[in-house]
């Protein structure tokens, strides 16, 4: 393996780079709570884990050549991401109308189906098959067995993406007296869901790199 600490430094930019997980992480912390966004990046991280082990035995190089899986993928992934926009700004027009009892439902709810949406996000998403496949050979030595090493950088990407979603996270609980004041968390939150829909059309606008 090649420069290691270049490559924990463009992982750091890389990570911190918003995108669909962020979104998703944002959305649960502020509805579901600390948890709820503990609970979203265990599920994006396990998704990270698999995409490696899909690298390192070869099943992404077979997603990402083969135009009907990434088709598949892409399209899924895409549904799913436009699901959770509708899904948000749904949930804003019913949240004036709702009791406190089934607002409280509505979190329990939502802290328990976090995980899932942070590892559907993450997995269903062909882009992160791409990136494994493009960015992580860049660090490799020419000729040599790849095995270990993607084993290494996918479980060093994973461990830095919980790390930073640790830190963010913590932020957003610590300011969320602020966050959670309805104007400011209907205002995010109707940020958010048409950020999931925009990042969902994007995604199903993709083209398989070949």
Same mark, same amino acid.
């Given at each position: 393996?090649?420069?290691?600490?270049?490559?924990?430094?463009?992982?750091?930019?890389?990570? &911190?780079?918003? #995108?669909?997980? %962020?979104?998703? /992480?944002? @959305? *649960?912390?502020?509805? !579901?709570?600390? +948890?709820?966004?503990?609970?979203?990046?265990?599920?994006?991280?396990?998704?990270?884990?698999?995409?490696?082990?899909?690298?390192?035995?070869?099943?992404?190089?077979?997603?990402?050549?083969?135009?009907?899986?990434?088709?598949?993928?892409?399209?899924?992934?895409?549904?799913?991401? &436009?699901?959770? #926009?509708?899904? %948000?700004?749904? /949930?804003? @027009? *019913?949240?004036?109308? !709702?009791?406190? +009892?089934?607002?409280?439902?509505?979190?329990?709810?939502?802290?328990?189906?976090?995980?899932?949406?942070?590892?559907?996000?993450?997995?269903?998403?062909?882009?992160?098959?791409?990136?494994?496949?493009?960015?992580?050979?860049?660090?490799?030595?020419?000729?040599?067995?790849?095995?270990?090493?993607?084993?290494?950088?996918?479980?060093t990407y994973s461990v830095l993406t919980?790390?930073?979603?640790?830190?963010?996270?913590?932020?957003?609980?610590?300011?969320?007296?602020?966050?959670?004041?309805?104007?400011?968390?209907?205002?995010?939150?109707?940020?958010?869901?048409?950020?999931?829909?925009?990042?969902?059309?994007?995604?199903?606008?993709?083209?398989?790199?070949?």
């Amino acid at each position: 393996m090649e420069n290691f600490y270049l490559f924990l430094i463009m992982c750091i930019f890389l990570i &911190i780079l918003p #995108g669909p997980d %962020t979104a998703i /992480a944002t @959305k *649960n912390t502020l509805t !579901a709570g600390r +948890t709820g966004g503990f609970k979203t990046m265990f599920g994006t991280c396990c998704a990270l884990l698999i995409h490696t082990l899909a690298a390192v035995v070869g099943l992404s190089a077979i997603i990402v050549k083969s135009a009907l899986l990434f088709s598949v993928f892409k399209y899924v992934g895409s549904v799913y991401l &436009i699901y959770l #926009g509708i899904k %948000t700004l749904w /949930a804003l @027009k *019913n949240k004036k109308a !709702a009791t406190t +009892t089934e607002m409280t439902f509505e979190s329990k709810y939502e802290s328990k189906s976090c995980f899932k949406q942070g590892f559907l996000t993450n997995i269903l998403n062909p882009k992160v098959a791409i990136f494994f496949l493009t960015f992580l050979p860049q660090f490799v030595d020419s000729g040599s067995n790849t095995f270990l090493p993607f084993l290494l950088m996918g479980i060093t990407y994973s461990v830095l993406t919980a790390v930073w979603f640790l830190f963010y996270i913590y932020l957003l609980n610590q300011i969320s007296a602020f966050m959670k004041k309805p104007r400011t968390q209907t205002f995010i939150e109707g940020i958010t869901g048409t950020i999931l829909i925009g990042f969902g059309v994007k995604l199903a606008l993709e083209k398989a790199h070949n």
